[in-house]
């Protein structure tokens, strides 16, 4: 299984920028308790959750972007995609798409792709 994360580019404050993850070797949201979405990681931060979608529909975000990003998932269930907008020059870092997938021969575990930067300028 693996997360390709795409997207992430330089934007001037109050731009608007879309990152996907695209899984390979699964689906999203076949186990009950399957999850995916954004973390970022800022200059001298630490990691935190930006965007979560789960198997039953739900969305959670942080409250900083809250109203202004966007998760969903695609019909095929492929691909999470993270619209952004409104951006912030406090909404730069390394974006980094995560999930919790199953599949028939590693059961339900915890993945990470690799990071995408978002650069916001004021």
């Known amino acids: 299984v693996q997360l390709q994360a795409s997207g992430g580019g330089s934007v001037q404050a109050g731009g608007s920028l879309t990152l996907s993850c695209t899984v390979s070797?699964?689906?999203?949201?076949?186990?009950?308790?399957?999850?995916g979405g954004w973390y970022r990681q800022a200059p001298g931060n630490q990691r935190g959750l930006v965007a979560m979608?789960?198997?039953?529909?739900?969305?959670h975000y942080a409250d900083a972007v809250r109203g202004r990003f966007t998760i969903s998932v695609d019909n095929a269930k492929t691909t999470i995609v993270l619209q952004m907008t409104s951006l912030e020059p406090e909404d730069t870092g390394v974006y980094y798409c995560?999930?919790?997938?199953?599949?028939?021969?590693?059961?339900?575990?915890?993945?990470w792709g690799q990071g995408t930067l978002v650069t916001v300028s004021s």
């Open positions: 995560n999930g919790n997938l199953w599949t028939p021969a590693s059961g339900s575990r915890d993945y």
């Open positions: 070797g699964a689906n999203w949201f076949v186990a009950n308790n399957d999850y």
């Open positions: 979608f789960t198997r039953a529909g739900s969305t």
